[in-house]
């Protein structure tokens, strides 16, 4: 089955994406960043195909506490271990280029009518 891993900055909508495409509330959603700390994956169906999501922590680059750099490592592995990352932000930079290892779509988070930008 495809695996897509969706990443992104802290608090941009990576679970609550999750969630939304899934119909399950099972990727934890909180106004505080660094609640995703790991990666969980979940299954998905979408138009009458079957995938799994891979949801991973916030990545901050400049962040340097060594809880960060384990969820820098746990969404890489994510990556890692997917065919597709699906970059839930806004912006782009070569930073996410070269922690990312898999083809990249991005997708900025939608909800409503408005999108959400913030990073």
């Not at 608090?11 to 994406?17: A, M, Q």
């Not at 384990?70 to 070269?98: F, L, M, P, T």
Request: glycine share 8%; net charge negative.
């Amino acid at each position: 089955m495809l695996k897509v891993a969706v990443v992104g900055y802290p608090n941009v909508g990576k679970s609550s994406l999750i969630n939304r495409l899934t119909g399950s509330r099972e990727a934890v959603v909180h106004e505080r960043p660094g609640v995703t700390r790991d990666r969980k994956e979940l299954d998905c169906e979408w138009n009458g195909r079957r995938f799994t999501l891979i949801d991973t922590g916030g990545v901050d680059f400049e962040d340097q506490d060594p809880l960060a750099g384990s969820i820098r490592e746990q969404a890489r592995a994510g990556i890692a271990d997917a065919e597709v990352a699906d970059a839930a932000q806004s912006d782009y930079n070569e930073r996410w280029i070269k922690f990312n290892t898999t083809p990249l779509a991005a997708a900025p988070y939608v909800d409503g009518n408005e999108e959400r930008t913030e990073s």
